[in-house]
């Protein structure tokens, strides 16, 4: 910051300069947003303690008031355990004979002042699931779709559909359990109708900062049967690394072309060129994909 006084003639005014820092301070302006998937596999025989999923919510704002912890709101709290701090989603005793499925209500909280804290709340559904699963069969060996990058959250990508052959009339639900890219968990960027099995985008994908390719693990859930039945989708990248006989699918990320909008050239621009040093070169990079 300069302060100059008016003194005349111009020439013989004074000024003195100051350094002056400004610091923001944050206000909890935003509510935990939940990023992990909302169902999780519960195997034949898990033990006190097995880890079924992790829950997991961001919060944009800063210090304490981006600190996010989680409360197991509703739902069989004495068959479940959902850790505070971390969001671990455990078994609390073994379980013998389970139900085909859970339904839990969990609840995303900030640590800001109490009376400004957020919070946001999700529901989360565990499938029991054995080895030896024969429910509905999906119709493909293999699902394929693809997805441009910075396309709308909501955009559709692919379609799984599985059938019960031991009720051809039996609904069937479809749940997301697990999305991974590079071999690495990442967070739920897709949604699955649960009815119609349309996979679709939650989140506006960035080929370069994200990843190119998905994989998605899905499991199909009967209704409407004596024993409900259950079936897993193994979502993979490529043939080679999906078991024999298993269903996997192929989510690629297209990157946009790029384009200019408009093209001015003067031809001076080229006469400067002609006079350049030999050794001088221009180079320009662009992170899309196929020379694009």
Not at 100 to 120: I, M, N, P, W
């Amino acid at each position: 910051m300069v302060a100059t006084d008016q003194a005349e003639p111009a020439s013989n005014r004074i000024s003195a300069e100051k350094l002056v820092t400004v610091i923001v301070e944050d206000v909890n302006d935003n509510a935990p947003t939940f990023t992990s998937v909302n169902a999780g596999l519960l195997p034949k025989g898990a033990e006190r303690g097995h880890e079924i999923l992790r829950v997991h919510a961001a919060d944009a704002d800063a210090n304490t008031n981006g600190l996010v912890t989680y409360d197991l709101v509703s739902g069989d709290a004495e068959i479940f355990s959902l850790e505070r701090s971390t969001g671990r989603l455990t078994l609390r005793r073994e379980m013998p004979s389970a139900d085909v499925t859970y339904h839990l209500s969990v609840r995303a909280t900030d640590e800001a002042v109490h009376s400004q804290r957020k919070s946001t709340g999700t529901h989360l559904t565990i499938i029991s699931v054995t080895e030896d699963m024969a429910g509905p069969l999906f119709t493909k060996k293999l699902y394929t779709g693809s997805v441009a990058e910075n396309e709308p959250a909501g955009t559709n990508v692919l379609t799984v559909s599985a059938r019960y052959t031991g009720n051809p009339l039996a609904d069937i639900e479809y749940f997301i359990f697990n999305v991974t890219a590079n071999s690495r968990d990442v967070p739920l960027l897709f949604d699955i109708d649960q009815e119609s099995g349309v996979v679709s985008t939650s989140a506006v994908l960035d080929r370069e900062a994200d990843a190119e390719e998905y994989e998605l693990d899905i499991i199909a859930v009967t209704r409407g049967t004596p024993t409900p039945q259950t079936s897993v989708c193994k979502v993979r990248k490529t043939k080679s690394e999906s078991a024999s006989g298993s269903h996997y699918a192929l989510i690629h990320l297209k990157a946009k072309p790029y384009r200019f909008e408009s093209v001015s050239v003067s031809l001076g621009f080229f006469t400067l060129l002609s006079y350049l040093p030999d050794n001088i070169r221009f180079h320009a990079v662009d992170p899309d994909s196929s020379h694009r």
